[in-house]
Every structure is written in structure tokens, then in C-alpha cells.
T-cell receptor
């Protein structure tokens, strides 16, 4: 069955450092991979989308890579700030269906 | 980005009653909306896909008679939890497709259901 794993349940880093979150998947060939931020008691907020034929995407301090050979995506937040503390979810979808399967998330805490 | 509004954000009801949750796309037409359920410290589980003007498609293990979904217009989908029981208490979240072929998905703020 399809499986998505995010590297760790929780990650603490010091302010100003780069946070790197990992999303690995098995038994799946997604066309789209997305990263979301979710704060407690709130719905997910879309951050970045990367397609199967793209290697890297950037948006301000965020960078996503997508390696379909390794079946892995890396999500980087550079110059991290305490306000970046949240749970980050990766989600994968087939082309055309928009039926996204979500990972369990990584709780990031940026320490001042 | 596209805005999806969900209402109510919190609802408490007695066991055996039915609860309706609304999901609206405010600034775009959503031909497809999705309903998710999320338990504490767990990920989002897709419950059903809602297409405007047709019956919803439910994921395996989701009772369609328990979770009634209606997508009557291009901007509104509703989820009704019928004869709610304490085990139905959860965080319910809807999402909608953005512009065609972008792959983007936009989420509502979620609705916290507590069944006493």
C-alpha cells in the first residue's frame, strides 16, 4: 500500500539555522508533491507545489526538492525564525485526481 | 491565493443528533471539494471527494450514510454527520481545487466537532 513518511515527529533547531524536513514515499508515483504548514487547531496552509518533472522549487526562504528516483522530497527553511514553528505536512497526488495523501507531519520548533 | 471558508469552526452536540458543516469557496468556483478528518497528532485522512452536481465518492471504510455530503453549487459543499456519537468527535477539514491544472489545493480552517 502507499506510504508516506516524514523523517521525524519533531524537530528543534536554533533561530537563524536552516531547517530541513524529509518526506519519503513508497509504492507510489506521484505527479504532484505539496508542502503545507499547519498550526494547532487550524487548517493546513499551502506553501509550495512541485511537479514530478521538476527538481527544485523556491519561494522566499523556502526551498523544496523532489527526487523521484529516491522517492524523496526535502523541504528547507533558511534563516529560520520562531514564527516558523508549526507542523509541516507533505502531500502527494496522482495527476488529475487531486486526491492527496498526507504524511503524518513534522513538528518544527525554532528556538530563539 | 484562493480562500476557502468553513463554518462552524467549533460545534458541540449531543449524541444522536446531526450536525452540518459548510465549506465555501469565496473567490473562485470549485468543481471539486474534498473532506478530510484529522485526529489529534495524526495526519489528514481523506473521507470523500465532492463533485458539484453529482454524488460524492467516498474512501474505503467511510460510511456514506453516516457522513452525508452535498455539493449543490460551485461554491458550496456540506458535510452532515448524522446520528453523531462520541467517536465521531474530530477535526473536519474541507479543501477545494484551485485553478485548473495547477495541482494546488486550498483548505478551510477546519471544524472541531465534539459529541457529548
Amino acid at each position: 500500500s502507499q506510504k508516506i513518511e516524514q523523517n521525524s515527529e519533531a524537530l528543534n533547531i536554533q533561530e537563524g539555522k536552516t531547517a530541513t524536513l524529509t518526506c519519503n514515499y513508497t509504492n507510489y508515483s506521484p505527479a504532484y508533491l505539496q508542502w503545507y504548514r499547519q498550526d494547532p487547531g487550524r487548517g493546513p496552509v499551502f506553501l509550495l507545489l512541485i511537479r514530478e518533472n521538476e527538481k527544485e522549487k523556491r519561494k522566499e526562504r523556502l526551498k523544496v526538492t523532489f527526487d523521484t528516483t529516491l522517492k524523496q522530497s526535502l523541504f528547507h527553511i533558511t534563516a529560520s525564525q520562531p514564527a516558523d514553528s508549526a507542523t509541516y505536512l507533505c502531500a502527494l497526488s496522482d495527476s488529475g485526481t487531486y486526491k492527496y495523501i498526507f504524511g503524518t507531519g513534522t513538528r518544527l520548533k525554532v528556538l530563539a | 491565493g484562493a480562500v476557502v471558508s468553513q463554518h462552524p469552526s467549533r460545534v458541540i452536540c449531543k449524541s444522536g443528533t446531526s450536525v452540518k458543516i459548510e465549506c465555501r469557496s469565496l473567490d473562485f468556483q470549485a468543481t471539486t471539494m474534498f473532506w478530510y478528518r484529522q485526529f489529534p497528532k495524526q495526519s489528514l485522512m481523506l473521507m470523500a471527494t465532492s463533485n458539484e452536481g453529482s454524488k460524492a465518492t467516498y474512501e474505503q471504510g467511510v460510511e456514506k450514510d453516516k457522513f452525508l455530503i452535498n455539493h449543490a453549487s460551485l461554491t458550496l459543499s456540506t458535510l452532515t454527520v448524522t446520528s453523531a456519537h462520541p467517536e465521531d468527535s474530530s477535526f473536519y477539514i474541507c479543501s477545494a481545487r484551485g485553478r485548473v491544472d495547477t495541482g494546488e489545493l486550498f483548505f478551510g480552517e477546519g471544524s472541531r466537532l465534539t459529541v457529548l
